[in-house]
């Protein structure tokens, strides 16, 4: 395919606007969804890490640990409830019965 010579200069005018378009539209996606943006030489421009940042990310890891706990304590409390609500009634009621005996 050949391109006649008037139309060479629209060609390239367009091919760089879409290229400076496409790095404007990338950028700004990865600035949208927190992805860190490098220089020229490979340093991180964005988003910087401050001391402001860094007191964040350990409230949210000492939050975290506690919701952690506190999930494991609400699965040990379902299992339990889990092996009355299946177990046999008839057990269940012997082992009530059980305790009273021995309580007497």
């Known amino acids: 395919m050949d391109i006649p ?27 949208k969804h927190g992805y860190p943006l490098d220089g020229a030489w490979g340093q991180a421009v964005y988003p910087k890490t401050s001391d402001e940042a860094m007191e964040r990310i350990r409230l949210l890891s000492t939050e975290n640990a506690q919701l952690k706990a506190e999930i494991g304590a609400m699965k040990d409390r379902l299992a339990n409830v889990e092996r009355i609500v299946t177990d046999d009634s008839h057990r269940l009621t012997q082992e009530i019965e059980s305790l009273r005996v021995t309580r007497n």
């Open 5 to 31: 010579m008037n139309l060479l200069a629209p060609v390239i005018a367009i091919s760089v606007v879409a290229i400076s378009l496409g790095w404007v539209v990338t950028t700004w996606l990865r600035i």
